[in-house]
């Protein structure tokens, strides 16, 4: 998947409200991607973590990092 592609659109995969400091797992077209507000913003990643290789949506937010 180009995901350069991706990043130049808007696509909805939740609402706002639902969008926590708690991360969750979703899923843009097949990209696996994880959600979390930081800072009371919403941000988005890819669904993995570089280092461990475990999804960031198991992680935690703490000191306004995703963990």
């Known amino acids: 998947m180009n995901v350069k592609a991706l990043k130049t659109h808007w696509f909805p995969v939740a609402f706002s409200i639902d969008v ?3 991360p969750i797992a979703k899923k843009l077209l097949t990209y696996p991607i994880v959600l979390v507000r ?3 913003k919403i941000y988005a990643y890819s669904n993995l973590c570089p280092h461990r290789k475990v999804p ?3 992680g ?6 995703l963990v």
């Open 20 to 22: 926590k400091t708690k």
């Open 38 to 40: 930081l800072s009371g």
């Open 56 to 58: 960031l949506s198991l």
């Open 60 to 65: 935690f937010v703490e000191e306004e990092s």
